[in-house]
């Protein structure tokens, strides 16, 4: 095989390679991001959640304040039943010790529905609570995944870019300038190999004769259609997508 041709060859190799490499550790970012937009969810949940009950609390807190107060007030008008005078005025102040009375009853009664309601919504937090907890742990481990996994790979491609120079200073000037040009337009695909007389590339039929000079690896042979360069290979292989 023509060394050019060989060394072409390794060159996609390897730029196929960091292609990968660098695809996969650019991902990394969106994938934690994503993971970390699932704990949020449930932080969230678990927030809200506890907001509701810290509410609920401040209002069965306040309701027995309001009792006490309440209760006073009607300790209050009680004593005026000594001083009054009249029975109109004694029958006002017992209207007024009553509607105090109904409205305890009511504040009471309040007060038990909230109870009965923070107590279920304290259940309901536990398993929130568990829920978030492991949520966040699972985050917290495939994160530490998915740094290791983005520090690999800046190592593999730390021992791969100098074969890649490597590769290229072993190809003729104007020969790396075409590859160049095509890899930047070709979405990184530039040798390719034939398979029933069709470039692997864009998929077109190549020329008989073309096909007998790639058979034999002795020259650099492009494709008429898309400009890629192409050699022969024995193994068959799917298509290279266009």
């Not at 005026?80 to 017992?94: D, F, G, P, R, W």
């Not at 949520?135 to 730390?158: G, H, M, P």
């Amino acid at each position: 095989m023509n060394p050019q041709l060989k060394s072409l060859i390794e060159l996609q190799a390897i730029d196929s390679q960091i292609g990968e490499l660098e695809h996969g550790k650019a991902a990394i970012p969106k994938q934690i991001e994503s993971g970390k937009a699932g704990v949020k969810e449930k932080q969230n949940q678990l927030a809200e959640a506890e907001s509701s009950f810290a509410q609920l609390q401040k209002e069965r807190k306040d309701l027995e304040i309001d009792v006490i107060e309440e209760n006073d007030h009607a300790a209050k008008t009680k004593t005026k039943l000594s001083a009054v005078k009249t029975n109109k005025e004694y029958s006002a102040i017992l209207v007024e010790v009553d509607a105090v009375k109904e409205k305890i009853l009511a504040l009471e009664d309040r007060e038990l529905e909230l109870m009965e309601i923070l107590e279920k919504k304290e259940r309901e937090l536990l398993p929130l609570k568990a829920n978030c907890k492991e949520e966040e742990e699972k985050f917290n481990e495939y994160k530490l995944k998915k740094e290791a996994e983005s520090e690999r790979t800046k190592k593999e491609l730390e021992v791969i870019r100098p074969r890649r120079s490597q590769a290229a200073d072993n190809l003729d000037v104007k020969l790396l300038e075409h590859y160049t040009k095509v890899f930047n337009a070709r979405e990184g695909v530039v040798v390719v190999p034939i398979h029933e007389n069709i470039c692997q590339g864009c998929l077109q039929h190549i020329l008989p004769q073309q096909v007998i000079d790639v058979k034999s690896g002795e020259t650099i042979i492009y494709c008429e259609q898309c400009s890629r360069i192409l050699y022969w290979k024995e193994t068959n292989e799917g298509a290279v997508p266009k």
